[in-house]
């Protein structure tokens, strides 16, 4: 019986820190910008990016529409709608190669959007080069062509073999 509730106050003693863990991390998860990439600039070379964004605990009361645009680095003006709605999360896709600028910014429905602030992820697209992709290809293309010979040729030896 003793065993038991040293056993159980341990794990009481973990759940407990977990929980403390948890809400010391509550603000750092519900700050404003992306949360996901991590960090003011990502590199990619497929030409995609997930974003996830978040709101501070002052305004997580109530409907958020989002807005978020993508601007190239020399562009300026309204930029390029990516997303919007009450989503916290999109996926873009089909970038070209270059550097881009996404921010994001919220309303409650029915006000009008805020300026943009001065916060944006910087998203580098730098694709494969194809000085190394051509010879990858040209060394499949000869795998495929030696299996499909080494098939063709072992059949016609296995055949040549049964008949005699």
Known sequence: MNHALIRMRTQFRTVAAFLFVAILQLPIALGEGFLEPEGSSYRTDDGTVPLVWGETERNL?????????????????????????????????????????????????????????????????????MAIVWPLMGAGALSFVVLIGTIALGRRATEGSESS
């Open 61 to 129: 009361s109530g409907d958020r529409v989002y807005e978020v645009r993508r601007w190239g680095l020399d562009a300026s003006g309204l930029g390029q709608l990516v997303y919007e709605g009450e989503d916290t999360a999109s996926f873009v896709s089909g970038l070209g190669e270059g550097d881009y600028v996404f921010r994001i910014r919220s309303k409650a429905k029915g006000d009008a959007y805020p300026d943009w602030g001065d916060e944006g992820l910087n998203v580098t697209v730098d694709y494969i080069d």
